[in-house]
């Protein structure tokens, strides 16, 4: 589910993810099918035929790897050999590891996202250009533990509510006084 997150919304992932196990319930099977099809069938999440070769190509490792398709041992591992495993998996990036630890694994990662990223810069709190992976490196270690899910939800919100990344709504942000591209955003014709 996580590599149909990849570039859509959260509303098209499910509804790829689910149109892809109600056609093949089992990793296996989806291993196995031409990937055309399953391109077809994840085609509502956007850049489907890159996806469904990326999640066959997973698949595939992790049977290499694991000796069937399956994660579990996981679990026993920290954060960070369990981030290196996942990174290490075709297509799989920091933040796609971070959002498997964060979101199913319930660990205290922090994923970086494109609002994330957007508000993160225009607050100050990291370099303006700054890339995702940048970000979460310098992000990460000043985001206490027990607030990293709860502070990447708010910033994700944030980002689709108010700072948008066309016409931000500068007038409305709570967080105005504390900004450090508001005042220029606003003044430029920017932001509303």
Same mark, same amino acid.
């Given at each position: 589910?996580?590599?149909?997150?990849?570039?859509t919304?959260?509303?098209?992932?499910?509804?790829?993810?689910?149109?892809?196990? $109600?056609r093949?319930p089992t990793w296996?099977?989806v291993r196995?099918a $031409?990937p055309?099809?399953?391109?077809d069938a994840?085609? %509502?999440?956007?850049?489907? $035929?890159?996806k %469904?070769?990326? +999640?066959?190509?997973i698949?595939d490792e +992790?049977?290499e790897r694991?000796?069937?398709?399956e994660?579990?041992?996981?679990?026993?591992?920290d954060?960070?050999s369990?981030?290196?495993?996942l990174? %290490?998996l075709?297509?799989v990036g920091?933040?796609?590891?971070a959002?498997?630890l964060?979101?199913?694994m319930?660990?205290?990662a922090?994923?970086v $996202?494109?609002h994330?990223l957007?508000?993160a810069?225009?607050?100050?709190l990291?370099?303006?250009?700054?890339t995702?992976?940048?970000?979460?490196r310098?992000?990460l270690?000043?985001i206490a533990?027990e607030?990293?899910y709860e502070?990447?939800m708010?910033? +994700?919100?944030h980002?689709?509510?108010?700072?948008?990344?066309a016409r931000?709504r500068?007038s409305d942000?709570?967080?105005?006084?504390l900004?450090?591209?508001?005042?220029?955003?606003?003044?430029?014709?920017?932001?509303t």
């Amino acid at each position: 589910m996580t590599v149909l997150s990849q570039h859509t919304s959260d509303v098209n992932t499910a509804r790829a993810f689910r149109s892809l196990k $109600d056609r093949w319930p089992t990793w296996r099977a989806v291993r196995d099918a $031409d990937p055309t099809k399953v391109a077809d069938a994840i085609r %509502s999440g956007g850049l489907a $035929d890159t996806k %469904s070769v990326r +999640i066959q190509r997973i698949l595939d490792e +992790i049977e290499e790897r694991e000796g069937r398709i399956e994660l579990d041992r996981l679990h026993a591992l920290d954060d960070q050999s369990v981030e290196r495993y996942l990174v %290490s998996l075709p297509g799989v990036g920091p933040k796609t590891a971070a959002c498997v630890l964060l979101f199913s694994m319930g660990r205290a990662a922090f994923p970086v $996202d494109t609002h994330v990223l957007r508000v993160a810069a225009r607050l100050g709190l990291i370099p303006p250009g700054a890339t995702a992976e940048k970000a979460h490196r310098l992000l990460l270690p000043g985001i206490a533990p027990e607030i990293r899910y709860e502070f990447h939800m708010q910033l +994700i919100r944030h980002g689709r509510e108010v700072c948008k990344a066309a016409r931000p709504r500068c007038s409305d942000c709570v967080l105005f006084d504390l900004c450090a591209t508001g005042s220029d955003l606003l003044a430029s014709g920017a932001a509303t």
